[in-house]
């Protein structure tokens, strides 16, 4: 009998994925974590109902989050990553031949362990000896930093109300970030979902939020199919007078000359496809005026997971 993972997406719209194998679970202290195949998606790592990256696609994301804000730094050695437990993010900083330090930190060393041992495609960043792994509280361990970084990237979970991450997209958490980069320092972070419907609720808040604080912020979006959304991100640089747009041949030479192996998503040309936002997105952005703090905050709509088998007769049908 077949198994349908069902995912509720927002208020009155739900997506189904068929289920060909869950290959193994666990429950740590803050979350239930599974590894499955999904039909149309290929491997997938779910955490607490709501799927966190899928093989088909999973570069699209990872990509995206690292390096425009790798590649808008002039010489990136030090960086330090917010969450990023299954690897994939260290995977993509790694990958560049300047970096001599990466410190990623997660709180759930469960979750970490758990992906070492079923996303293989993550075992080289995991091995690395650049980088530095520890299980505490991103802020926390941000907060006590000696040492100013070069790139700061937050791959956290999306700001839900009740969840554990919120206050790392609040205006206190960017000032402090802001002060532990180095001059010329930049910040990325991940903001929800940024599709046409949905992209007023964080990634429009997000964006407002980190304009109180940095000079110059560049909002970019793109399509993620596992995600059934636009997904956002938004690159905050501490220097107003860096340059803010890269030409396509720009990219592609930095590209070249910075980063080992060649990318499945990113390059020149995607690049100006990420940043370039649609009129209806642009108009959002301007009028948006919440700036998110440790008592003002927005909230994503917290999906739900339900794993069900598909009725005899209709299999029979």
């Known amino acids: 009998m077949a198994k349908w993972m069902e995912e509720e997406l927002e208020d009155g719209l739900r997506g189904m994925y068929k289920i060909k194998e869950i290959l193994a679970s666990t429950r740590s202290e803050f979350q239930h974590v599974d590894v499955m195949d999904l039909e149309p998606f290929g491997r997938c790592l779910v955490i607490d109902g709501l799927l966190q990256s899928c093989q088909v696609d999973e570069f699209v994301y990872h990509e995206s989050l690292v390096h425009p804000a790798m590649l808008m730094h002039p010489n990136p050695k030090r960086v330090y990553i917010g969450g990023g437990g299954e690897g994939s993010t260290a995977r993509e900083v790694l990958r560049h031949k300047s970096v001599e330090k990466c410190v990623m930190v997660d709180i759930d ?20 000896p650049r980088l530095e792994l520890v299980i505490e509280d991103a802020k926390v361990v941000l907060e006590q930093a000696t040492e100013p970084f070069d ?16 206050q790392l997209y609040t205006k206190e958490f960017y000032e402090m970030c802001k002060t532990k980069l180095g001059p010329g320092g930049v910040l990325v972070t991940q903001a929800g979902q940024a599709g046409i419907k949905r992209h007023h609720i964080v990634w429009s808040a997000i964006h407002s939020t980190l304009r109180a604080v940095f000079p110059t912020v560049l909002p970019y979006n793109q399509a993620v199919y ?36 060649e990318l499945k998503f990113l390059d020149g040309c995607s690049w100006q496809g990420l940043f370039a936002l649609s009129k209806v997105h642009r108009k959002t952005l301007a009028a948006e005026t919440i700036v998110m703090t440790k008592g003002t905050h927005r909230f994503m709509h917290a999906t739900g997971l339900t794993v069900a088998e598909e009725p005899a007769a209709k299999k029979n049908k």
């Open 109 to 128: 060393g469960d979750v970490v362990r758990f992906c070492k041992e079923h996303l293989p495609e993550n075992t080289e960043a995991f091995a690395d």
């Open 226 to 261: 596992s995600f059934m959304d636009e997904w956002g991100w938004h690159l905050a640089l501490t220097d107003g007078a860096m340059p803010s747009k890269l030409s396509e041949e720009e990219v592609d030479k930095r590209i070249a000359a910075r980063i080992q192996g």
């Open 151 to 166: 790139v700061i990237i937050m791959d956290l979970d999306d700001p839900l109300e009740g969840g554990p991450c919120y």
